[in-house]
């Protein structure tokens, strides 16, 4: 799990690299409110270069697809703050399911992002079998004795062949 609160960059320069030096810094994310004042951090750290050009050379808790070599996404910051105030699980969910969608994490609007995850995401299950059985539960008001004769399996397959999936312990619903 990557807790975006820890997420962290090994910033030094390219001039420095080339000239065969590897001279930077972990910087924590947490300490910055946006990229803008990250910047000026890796600029005061790498004052004595005129103009530099930063390397990111290792990083930390930063999703795919909001960093690389020499760039960190704007939205890196809207991510976090966004999940801030999530609990863990649901901070991992999200990260499940970004992983697993067609959104651009770099590019889309994570507040969009995150309302069309809470339309999606239906819980933290062991199996998807316990995900059939919370449904025949909250949707179908059988009688105990049928509940004995249901097949949870088959309907559990039923269920994820083409209305949910189930990834890492978390079940979505396909939009």
């Not at 005061?44 to 290792?58: A, G, K, V």
């Not at 995150?114 to 062991?126: A, K, L, N, P």
């Amino acid at each position: 799990m990557k807790n975006l609160q820890e997420a962290h960059i090994y910033v030094g320069t390219y001039s420095k690299y080339n000239n065969g030096s590897l001279f930077g810094k972990w910087l924590e994310l947490s300490d910055y409110m946006d990229k803008e004042d990250f910047l000026v951090a890796c600029k005061e750290l790498h004052s004595d270069e005129s103009d530099p050009e930063f390397i990111f050379q290792d990083w930390g808790n930063i999703p795919e697809g909001l960093i690389r070599e020499s760039w960190l996404s704007e939205n890196f910051f809207a991510l976090r703050d966004t999940l801030e105030n999530e609990a863990e699980n649901t901070q991992e969910a999200f990260l499940v399911w970004l992983n697993n969608s067609n959104q651009n994490i770099d590019s889309d609007d994570i507040s969009s992002l995150f309302s069309q995850f809470e339309d999606e995401y239906r819980g933290v299950y062991d199996c998807e079998e316990d995900f059939a059985y919370q449904m025949v539960e909250d949707c179908y008001n059988l009688p105990e004795f049928a509940k004995t004769y249901f097949d949870y399996e088959k309907f559990a397959r039923d269920l994820f062949c083409c209305d949910f999936w189930f990834d890492d312990g978390f079940v979505f619903q396909r939009a």
